[in-house]
């Protein structure tokens, strides 16, 4: 019989594997929140770690280190092979030809941006639509969002990527020109204020507002540079250009040419410009810093002067005072002299209004004498 067979419980009966082994490589892998947006508009937040987004996007490990919030990286606009790597301020995404990889999407000051693209991608892909049905535009094989650019009669088609990195440019120099407005007008009245009245609160504030125009003219000036850096060497933008290989060639097909890097340089150029704007702004407000900290610095100079003006003049009045005192002093002495033989009220009198009088005269020639030096104003 079948059940007698010694065999089939050692056939049934196999060992399973430890389940800590099994779970022990996934729970050393750190995940953390990915915002993806879809060409259209379409969102959602996924746990991935460091070697899912490697390998979904194409990016070095290098790139993934620039992106960690932890690690203070400058600002930068990296191009590969499959994707544009954005580290501007608190945006740091990862734009590919078809999907947009947002980190730390639950920062509240990315709540407007994220808001922003959704509608400007929508928009985008609704237009999109509109212009395939009217025009007889078939999309891509890709599906990567367009839209087109009329220059010299002629419409060109340019990538989804380019689109995304307009957005974020667009959101880091409005952030960056409204803190830069919002100190702008806290700055100048304070320094005002400053001017008028120097005490211990109204040099606090003014403080405080140069520490924060100092960091920000920082921040703005590393997004300046990296965009400057970018329209200075044609190889990197045609880096960034020619990532996302398959939806720019299909995108060329569409329009008949090959996209160029004029188009990338034309978009660097307007927010470049913006930043400058906003640069030349935090540059004025720190002359005017300076320039009041200068005024400031001439008044404390000064009444510095009137206070060493005033205690030279105490100390000769003291000095010769002590001198006064001294005289006092000896003819108060219990020794025999010949004004004391014939001792009455007018002796004494005339005693202490000598001893006054020359106090006062020697004063008069010693204030004189400092004054013609030019000790006292």
């Given at each position: 019989?079948?059940?007698?067979?010694?065999?089939?419980?050692?056939?049934l009966?196999?060992?399973?594997?430890?389940?800590?082994?099994?779970?022990r490589r996934?729970?050393?892998?750190?995940?953390?929140?990915?915002?993806?947006?879809?060409?259209?508009?379409k969102?959602?937040?996924?746990?991935?770690?460091?070697?899912?987004?490697?390998r979904r996007?194409g990016?070095?490990?290098?790139?993934?280190?620039?992106?960690?919030?932890?690690?203070?990286?400058?600002?930068?606009?990296?191009g590969?092979?499959?994707?544009?790597?954005?580290?501007?301020?608190?945006?740091?995404?990862?734009?590919?030809?078809?999907?947009?990889?947002?980190?730390?999407?639950?920062?509240?000051?990315?709540?407007?941006?994220?808001?922003?693209?959704?509608?400007?991608?929508?928009?985008?892909?609704n237009?999109?639509?509109r212009s395939?049905g009217?025009?007889?535009?078939?999309?891509?094989?890709?599906?990567?969002?367009?839209?087109?650019?009329?220059?010299?009669?002629?419409?060109?088609?340019?990538?989804?990527?380019?689109?995304?990195?307009?957005?974020?440019?667009?959101f880091?120099?409005?952030?960056?020109?409204?803190?830069?407005?919002?100190?702008?007008?806290?700055?100048?009245?304070?320094?005002?204020?400053?001017?008028?009245?120097?005490?211990?609160?109204?040099?606090?504030?003014?403080?405080?507002?140069?520490?924060?125009?100092?960091?920000?003219?920082?921040?703005?000036?590393?997004?300046?540079?990296?965009?400057?850096?970018?329209?200075?060497?044609?190889?990197?933008?045609?880096?960034?250009?020619?990532?996302?290989?398959?939806?720019?060639?299909?995108?060329?097909?569409?329009?008949?040419?090959?996209?160029?890097?004029?188009?990338?340089?034309?978009?660097?150029?307007?927010?470049?410009?913006?930043?400058?704007?906003?640069?030349?702004?935090?540059?004025?407000?720190?002359?005017?810093?300076?320039?009041?900290?200068?005024?400031?610095?001439?008044?404390?100079?000064?009444?510095?002067?009137?206070?060493?003006?005033?205690?030279v003049?105490?100390?000769?009045?003291?000095?010769?005072?002590?001198?006064?005192?001294?005289?006092?002093?000896?003819?108060?002495?219990?020794?025999?002299?010949?004004?004391?033989?014939?001792?009455?009220?007018?002796?004494?009198n005339?005693?202490?209004?000598?001893?006054?009088?020359?106090?006062?005269?020697?004063?008069?020639?010693?204030?004189?004498?400092?004054?013609?030096?030019?000790?006292?104003?």
């Open positions: 019989m079948e059940d007698d067979d010694p065999n089939s419980d050692k056939e009966i196999t060992p399973a594997p430890p389940p800590h082994q099994a779970s996934t729970t050393n892998i750190a995940t953390k929140p990915w915002l993806v947006m879809s060409a259209f508009g969102s959602r937040v996924e746990e991935a770690g460091k070697h899912h987004i490697r996007t990016i070095p490990a290098r790139d993934m280190r620039i992106l960690d919030p932890a690690l203070s990286y400058p600002s930068s606009v990296l590969r092979e499959r994707a544009i790597v954005v580290n501007l301020e608190n945006v740091k995404a990862i734009i590919t030809a078809s999907e947009m990889l947002l980190l730390n999407p639950r920062d509240p000051s990315l709540s407007p941006f994220v808001s922003d693209l959704e509608h400007k991608l929508c928009n985008l892909g237009s999109n639509t395939n009217n025009e007889g535009i078939e999309k891509s094989t890709e599906d990567s969002p367009t839209f087109l650019s009329k220059n010299g009669g002629t419409s060109r088609v340019l990538p989804f990527e380019f689109k995304v990195l307009e957005i974020c440019l667009k880091v120099c409005k952030c960056l020109e409204s803190e830069a407005s919002t100190l702008e007008q806290e700055a100048y009245p304070a320094l005002d204020e400053l001017s008028v009245s120097v005490s211990t609160l109204n040099l606090q504030r003014v403080r405080i507002i140069k520490s924060r125009l100092v960091a920000l003219s920082a921040r703005v000036q590393k997004v300046r540079d990296e965009l400057e850096q970018l329209l200075d060497d044609d190889m990197d933008m045609a880096e960034i250009d020619e990532d996302g290989g398959s939806s720019r060639s299909s995108s060329a097909d569409l329009s008949g040419q090959k996209p160029k890097v004029e188009e990338l340089e034309m978009l660097l150029e307007a927010y470049f410009a913006q930043l400058e704007g906003s640069l030349s702004k935090l540059s004025t407000m720190r002359e005017y810093v300076n320039d009041t900290e200068d005024y400031i610095n001439i008044i404390l100079d000064e009444k510095q002067n009137q206070l060493l003006q005033t205690g003049v105490m100390s000769t009045a003291i000095m010769l005072l002590s001198i006064g005192i001294v005289i006092a002093g000896i003819f108060g002495m219990n020794i025999g002299t010949s004004l004391f033989d014939e001792g009455v009220p007018m002796q004494f005339m005693t202490t209004f000598g001893i006054v009088a020359g106090i006062l005269v020697l004063f008069t020639v010693a204030v004189l004498s400092i004054k013609k030096k030019g000790l006292l104003g």
